[in-house]
Each structure stands twice: as C-alpha cells, then as structure tokens.
C-alpha cells in the first residue's frame, strides 16, 4: 500500500489527549508497535507527568495547556495549537479520546485534510441522567438540604436543552471521523438506537484501552502471598481484610460515597482497612478527609508508584462509586490480578463485571447496599474466593491490552488502506 505524507513521505500517526500520564498508562505498548513498524508517533496532551516517559521512549511530544478542562482560555489556545501542529506535520491519522478536546481536534483534523480521524469515547451524556452540575461548594455558607434541592432543581431545568445539545454535538462529531469506537455494550447500543453513529462507523472495544495482563494477572491459578504484598505495602497488621479503591478522589467521581461507606463498615468491620490510591482528578479538600480517616488508623492513602500489582494483590476487594464519567481502568485491573469489584451499577461498570460472577453491583447511589454487599462478601471467605477466581479469568481472558491493540491497529490499517490507496503518491509500501 502506497502512502506519502508531506514532501519527505514521513508516516505520522498523532494522539490527542488530555493526560500525558495516562497516555503512558494505557497505550505506550500500542504506540510502541506503531513505532516499530517505521510510524513516526506524536503525542500532544496535558504535561502531567507522562511527557519525559514518552520522550524517553522515541515519541514526539506537544504539551496542550488542558490539566484544567474547564479553563476556556486553556481550551482555546489548545486547539490552535492542535491546528497549527496538525497543518505543520500533516500526519496520516490523528486518534483522539473522550474530553473536550476531541471536539476541537477533529475539527483541526478535518481542516488540517487528515486522512484517518479516528475518536475514542468512553462515557456519554446521554443516559436519562446526565446533568450533574454541582452547587456542594455552597452548603457551607447555607443549610446542606436546601442545598440539594437547589442543585436537583438546576438539574432538572437544564436537563433537556443539555441533551438536546449534547446529542447535537455528539452526531456532529460523528459525521467527521471514520471510526467511532465506544467502550461499553450500553454505548454501542445507545449509539445505535439514537442514530448518533453511522453503523460501518461504530466500532466497540470493551474495557476501552484494556489491561496488561503480563503485568497485573498472568496467572490463572494461585497467586501471591497477600499476607507478604501487605507487608511490602507497609499496611498494618492488624487489617485483617482490605477494601480498595482506584481512581479520582472528588465529588463528582465518589469521593463523597467512598468517605461515607469507609464509616459505615468500620461500625461492623472494624478490622477492616482501606487502601486508597488516588489516580486522576485529585480534591485537595477530600483528600484531607481521607487522611483525617487515616490519622484514626482506617485508611492508608498511596501513591501508586512503582508497587502496581502490589495493590490489588494485597485487595480483597474493589469498591467502585464513579459516576458514567469516571475512568473504570481499576475494575479492569482489579479483575486481572483476581480481586472482585463491589460498587454502583452504571453503564461501564455493568460492561466489566459479571453480577454474581466476579462482583456486584447495586443501583448508583444506593450506598446502603454496597456497603451491606461488601460486608456479606467479606463474612464468606470461600464466596470470596470464588468471586476473585473468576474474576482473574474473565480479566486475563477478555480485557487483555494486546487484543484491544490488535483491534484497533486492525482499524487503522483497514481506514488507512481505505482513505490512502486510491491517491497516487511516489512512496515506498508501508503498512501497520
């Protein structure tokens, strides 16, 4: 397949995303084999510490002034600089990820005449309840239920002209790319039964970027000595069990619902711990909860570090209280290294554990029953057990990183050979 980029037939494919650290967590073994395979690799996104690593491993980088989304200035001068970088370096496929930003790189992608647009969407406002905007922060100068009230009235008069424009903006995206690809049954489902997608569009890569087995659950059977990871880990002695979780720590991703369900096992369990490794959006104000619940020798809150594995392995269990919005890499993970998942039943979260098989899941915001959930599971050693067994199986077997790769390399190839083979060029065969 003849393709030719520019007057020096340099082969660039660029990602656009908002974390550069999350572009090293979850795809460097991807854009390594495009690497390899002679492609010269861009990434422009948030320098939050994924940049040095990525520099280190042969790519070129473009810092975007995106770590706070809901900076409009921040968001304008992000997109000219995608416009400019993408008119300078005309690559041959521009792939962006779920954020404000793919908007505005599909838009340069689609002035830029880039031949392959390709956009991942992980979450979508358009379930029955996707506004959520939030007036906490003024429940300390007013009365906590008033506050409530106020904010589900707000809700609920923005709710309809919110989806009408999001369901706008989310066929317009649509219509300017070649593949689509959503991460969850309930968003490929939704796509087609709102005809938002095109179907030769609609693609679905279940778990969205998948999980590296190699390094979280290589094995099927056995596993390590838990009693060993919690020593290396430092948690103290007499945690009998430990619940985990992985993620932002914020309002609007649970952080409110974690605090709350820390209390109330610790009434019934009170051998039981907590390890919390933030990951993501971090709330300096929930953050010093937590580490008022760790000062009463509850919690432990961790950096992830270099220790990944280490952190399931040394779990019982999961907890998982995100909103449709909230990165579900840690149930992904959790399954892989044979730790079950307890939390709230959203449209990702019901993707990626089975109910009754390897977690469970109670309606969102019902904390009662999570809670209650994780505390029948913790009393039933051997039901534990069962749940984390299956739960490694399903996670090595159906969220491998390799075959999300392989999917989407598959899709650039096919979208490439497409978009490409018709154009006469003077350049030498290369494919994916």
């Avoid at 995608?82 to 599909?106: C, D, K, M, N």
């Avoid at 830029?112 to 406002?125: G, S």
């Avoid at 390590?224 to 002695?237: A, H, K």
């Amino acid at each position: 397949m003849q393709k030719a980029v520019g007057d020096k037939n340099v082969y660039r494919v660029i990602y656009v995303a908002r974390s550069s650290n999350e572009v090293v967590r979850r795809y460097l073994r991807r854009l390594g084999r495009l690497r390899d395979e002679g492609f010269e690799v861009h990434i422009l996104a948030a320098d939050d510490g994924g940049m040095e690593e990525l520099q280190a491993q042969g790519f070129v980088v473009c810092p975007l002034p995106v770590k706070n989304p809901r900076n409009p200035a921040g968001m304008v001068g992000a997109y000219l600089i995608i416009q400019g970088y993408f008119l300078e370096h005309q690559p041959v496929l521009v792939h962006s990820f779920s954020h404000r930003l793919a908007w505005a790189a599909t838009f340069a992608a689609k002035q830029a005449q880039v031949p392959a647009i390709f956009l991942t969407m992980e979450y979508h406002w358009l379930d029955e309840d996707p506004c959520r905007l939030s007036l906490g922060p003024l429940a300390a100068w007013g009365v906590p239920q008033a506050v409530e009230v106020a904010e589900s009235g707000v809700n609920l008069a923005v709710g309809p002209p919110f989806r009408r424009s999001m369901h706008a903006a989310y066929r317009w995206i649509a219509d300017k790319v070649d593949r689509y690809i959503v991460t969850t049954e309930f968003d490929f489902q939704l796509m087609q039964d709102m005809e938002v997608v095109e179907p030769k569009k609609l693609e679905i890569a279940i778990g969205g970027a998948g999980v590296d087995v190699e390094e979280y659950g290589a094995e099927l059977s056995g596993g390590p000595d838990i009693g060993e990871v919690r020593r290396r880990l430092g948690l103290p002695n007499h945690w009998r069990q430990v619940v985990g979780w992985v993620g932002p720590v914020t309002r609007r991703h649970g952080a409110e619902e974690l605090i709350g369900a820390i209390r109330k096992l610790r009434r019934t369990h009170p051998s039981v711990g907590w390890l919390v490794v933030p990951r993501g959006e971090v709330s300096s104000g929930q953050l010093r909860r937590l580490q008022a619940l760790a000062d009463r020798g509850f919690v432990q809150v961790r950096e992830e570090g270099a220790f990944k594995k280490d952190i399931y392995d040394a779990m019982d269990l999961l907890a998982w209280f995100g909103r449709p919005s909230t990165p579900h890499d840690g149930i992904v993970e959790a399954a892989a290294s044979g730790t079950p998942t307890v939390g709230y039943d959203t449209p990702g979260a019901r993707s990626l554990v089975e109910q009754g098989e390897t977690g469970f899941l109670v309606l969102e915001s019902d904390q009662e029953r999570a809670v209650a959930a994780m505390a029948a599971i913790l009393d039933d050693p051997r039901r534990l057990e069962d749940l984390g067994r299956r739960a490694r199986r399903r996670g090595v077997t159906r969220f491998a990183r390799r075959d999300v790769d392989d999917q989407i390399l598959r899709l650039y190839d096919q979208v490439l050979e497409e978009t490409l083979s018709p154009v006469e060029h003077h350049s030498s065969e290369k494919s994916i």
